[in-house]
């Protein structure tokens, strides 16, 4: 059989309408995919683990719905725009079920999660395959193939760019899903246009594309309502304040605890009961200094450590290390989580630095009388390199002779192994670790260790005004009793990240 005859004239209007779409197809498609996994890193840990199963799981649908298009011979443009139609609502939705879901039926999570992600990975697996098949009649295949697929790959280029820097940040995840759901919709309307002499029954084609796009135009609308049902059902206490910055899910809470913090879900601090935890953190190692002038703050950006830090006369300069600009603004500007550190973010004496903690301990710097290390725990490989024994030997290079490092180092009881796994890293740089722990009702018992190159000496005064320490019940902290004693534990390197894994494990996550 002799091929058909290809039309040699420029690009027809149909075919631009068709490649455009392409673009937006693939923007659409991958959008949908960094949602689902986006959420489960925030909602179920271990990001790596994550992204790599949904991502497997959306390519392998895909693969799927590439060879399902084997099947739809006859009225291509109908089945494309139909198939349009059902990646519009699913797809756009998806961000939104999942939020709903974690709130009202947990246990249904990872089901409804891979579930969507087979259903949408499978209906965007069809689509290019339509439309290759559909600009076939016009197209010559080599010119095909290449022009499909830049497209395609454009379309994913720029989404990859603006989800995490623009989309997120400005949109929130619900709104997004749903902007690129009706974007998926508006393909679909589109193609009824483009194809309208073709398509049967082409009046109920319209009313479909209508009420999909009325439908994801009202959720898009009242999606902050969305947001709210899923987060008060989650937080339980009124939501006074939540953000999507590009890093987290920044949510505070107010309740019978006073003023709560979430990121990403994880408690952060109780107003109740924060007191206890950060003078446990901060004034072990600034009191045993002595006279402490200049001090490093890595994480913390809602000001609770530089408060305590700025109790003691003798500090001269602290730095605030914060990967969040959202965090320090919200803690430096909002009246009511501003007067929680007592306004230490506008402290004269403060300088804030928005950056990754070990990219700015790379880099060359004075050294510090005290670092105090306050970063969420290891629940993914992006916090787990900041307990890595790589991370701890840049420290030491930033710590003066006699100075004190301390690390918020999970709880003692419940994370038993994770918490003697950081006290043996540390060691493993050259560094002593004297662990201690302190009871924190909001967390249960919570552990800490100290980082130095002389041996910790307890202190012989502490500040005026504490509510937790004193000097008498201070060694208490540093006594273990036999079911937190020391256990056997491995060195937590860049290379192997097993303390992510044990924490997980510990955690029941």
Sequence with gaps: MSALPVDRRGPQPVEIALLASVFVIAACGLVYELSAAALSSYLLGDSVLQFSTIIGTYLFAMGVGSWLSRYFERQLPAHFLRIELMVALVGGALPALLFIANAYVPGAFRLLLYGLVLVVGTLVGLEIPLVMRILRRNV?????????????YLGALAVSIAFPLLL?????MIRTGLLFGFMNAAVALWALWLFRHELRRVGAHAVACGLALAALLAAFVFADRITTLAEDKFYQDRIVFSESSPYQRIVVTRGAAGHRLFLNGNLQFAERDEYRYHEALVHPVMAAHGAPRKVAVLGGGDGMAVREILKYPSVERVTLVELDPNMTRLFREHETLAALNGHALSSAKLSIVNTDAFQWLQQPGELFDVIVVDFPDPTNFAIGKLYTNSFYALLDQRLAASGYAVVQTTSPLVARKSFWTVATTIESTGLTATPYHAH???FGEWGFIVASRRPFRMPEALPEG??????????????FPRDMARVPAEVNRLSNQTLVTTYEHEWGR
């Design 140 to 152: 010559a295949l080599k010119d095909l193939v290449s022009q499909v697929l830049t497209f395609d």
């Design 466 to 479: 504490l509510r937790f320490l004193s000097i008498p019940t201070l060694p208490l902290l540093f006594d």
């Design 440 to 442: 924190v009702p909001s």
């Design 168 to 172: 997120v940040p400005q949109l929130g």
